[in-house]
């Protein structure tokens, strides 16, 4: 009896590994649309001894372990990848605005303004009484102020969307990075206590995934389960064990009320030269280096254009012989976008100094006209030519970040598959091990049925 007992527990084991192997599979089976899921993988192992001449053999079998399919380099690949592909995308969307927006391809622009300017003072130097043509010149110099203005005023209007970006995107991380410390917690008090935490892991793995998306990060599995998350550049600790380091963000008054990011507990150190990936340091960039640069070549052109206007003009003289005044007045901080008509001039248009002497030459007026071919100093190029290539390079950097979004995605797209490979699961490879342990918890169960009929046998025999 002792050794059909023995057959008897064999079957249970088997019955009950099989069983839980069964469990683990329809588990697969249920989520296989999971975002994020890990498959699992039920691992057999023999359990007792072999030993005929002894008597006393008792073999079985047993669930070991319930494995989660993972690979750790490959999830911090795809985290890192993620910051990178998050950022570039921030900053296609923002460039693809800022074409828009300075457009010169449609007519209207820039462009087209200061040659309606230049070509005002060209009919104006042939007929330097005319009251018309006179009008004309305030009339396109005007506009030409109007389109420097709206066009700073466009790019400054982006930049205080990326600040709000900031804002909000920072809001997202503090949530994200309290979740991580959440999860910390339980997968340390479940894994302490014997059990396992495969779904709290998966969960985890998600909100790691998103928080890439937002910032560039470093992290690392500790012996305990908890994962440590710290910054790149600096190695400002995010989360430690079961706490979170919030950050927030302040007002810069040095940087046109721009906001900062900073740590809650420590705000007077600025991080936002520490932050190079994900939308945060696509935002950051973008308004605090790529727009000003637009800003400045705007600038640039502006300021070229009204520098030699004004020469011109201030040495010639008006229609009553009085020598003249500024054309542009502005703010040599921010040219294009206090650019203007100097309104003495455009409200009486006898002060447009046309001419070279006080006999009405129209001399001045050809010599503004011969800004469009004139090779500026300061540009170094004509000043419509280095507003082209402004334009220009605006195109390049579109297609540039569109482009590396189409890298990076693919890339990323790659990584995906091969975690899915690994980790994913697929329905056909699981309804087969289903087939298989469904067959091995039948023969169990066989098995323990021909033990009974052994007893049965035994029984009657001693009756």
Known sequence: ????????YTAQQALLS??????????NIANVNTPGYSRLRPLFEAVGSNDPQSGREQIGVRISNVERIFDKFLESQMISQQSS?????AQEDILSRIEAILNENAGGGINDAIADFLNAWGNLSVDPLSKSKRDMVISTGENL??????????LVDIQLNADDGIADEISRLNGYLQDVARYNELIVSAENAGSTAHAVRDQRGLVLNEISKIIDINYVEKSDGSIYIYMPDGGKTLVEGFNSWQ???QVNTANHNFYDVVFENNPTQVLNDRIKGGSLGGYLEMRDNIIPSYIGMLDATALALMDRV????ASGYDQDGIQGE????????????????????STDTRKIAASESSHADGNKATAITTLKTEINIVLGTTIDGYF????AKIGRDAVDAKQAVIRETTIYNQQVEQREQLSGVSLDEEMMNLIKYQMAYGAAGRMTATVNELIDTLLNLVR
Do not use: C, E, P, W
């Open 1 to 8: 009896m002792a050794d059909i007992g023995k057959v008897l």
């Open 18 to 27: 099989n069983l839980t192997a069964i469990n683990v599979t329809g588990s």
């Open 85 to 89: 592909l998050s950022k570039f995308t």
């Open 145 to 154: 102020s109007r389109l420097f203005n709206l066009r700073v005023q466009s």
């Open 247 to 249: 950050l927030q963000v």
């Open 310 to 313: 004004n020469t011109l003009h």
């Open 326 to 345: 500024m054309f542009f007045i502005y703010d040599a901080a921010n040219a294009a976008a206090t650019m203007s008509v100097n309104i003495a001039v």
């Open 388 to 391: 082209n290539s402004f334009i």
